[in-house]
């Protein structure tokens, strides 16, 4: 399957446009770079201080409900920001991305860690204390904000990897 996604982007439109774009916009490459970083900082940020406040780390005087509520812009806005940040350079050389090892596990953590996060967001929209309203939201709470912490940094250090992949799945 990925052979195919890549065989079809490698062939498209979208490749050519993308390379073009990388090459002759003077530039582009780093600006694209810096703001996939921001991105990436305001989502780690967003979801670090959530998921520290929901494991009693941070923040005991912020109401959970408040900060999801004041936060969740700034994670959506930061996904959305990567995404199309980051899609530039993978469009542009698809090969490179799809069968590169640290890329995939990447995105093997990402689809959990999103998924965990609007989740999160989701129960947290049901009821101003819903993860204070028994015990086992409470654990349940904990157990989503330690698994939430602990994909998002794997997301963040796989993809701080990508480029050096190379280094560690040592060619035989």
């Known amino acids: 399957m ?4 890549a065989g079809w982007i490698g062939n498209s439109q979208l490749r050519e446009f993308s ?7 003077p530039g582009l490459p780093p600006v694209l770079q810096t703001i996939h970083i921001l991105a990436i900082t305001a989502v780690m940020g967003s979801i670090v201080i959530v998921d ?5 780390l941070a923040v005991p005087s912020q109401h959970i409900n408040e900060m999801v509520v ?14 199309l940040s980051g899609i530039w350079f993978v469009l542009a050389r698809p090969n490179r991305y799809f069968f590169n090892p640290v890329f995939q ?13 609007f989740i999160f967001y989701h129960l947290t929209s049901q009821s101003e204390n819903y993860w204070s309203s028994t015990m086992r939201h409470k654990v349940i709470g904990k157990l989503l904000a330690f698994s939430s912490l602990l994909l998002w940094l794997g997301v963040v250090m796989a993809g701080r990897w990508v480029a050096y992949s190379e280094y560690l799945f040592w060619p035989e």
Not at 2 to 5: F, T
Not at 19 to 25: A, D, I, K, R, T
Not at 52 to 56: A, E, F, P, T
Not at 70 to 83: I, N, S
């Open 52 to 56: 520290l406040r929901v494991l009693g």
């Open 70 to 83: 004041r936060l969740r812009y700034w994670t959506l806005g930061g996904v959305v920001f990567a995404f």
């Open 19 to 25: 390379v073009w774009m990388l090459s002759n916009v």
């Open 105 to 117: 596990i990447k995105f093997s953590l990402l689809a959990p860690a999103l998924l965990l996060t």
């Open 2 to 5: 990925l052979n195919d996604i």
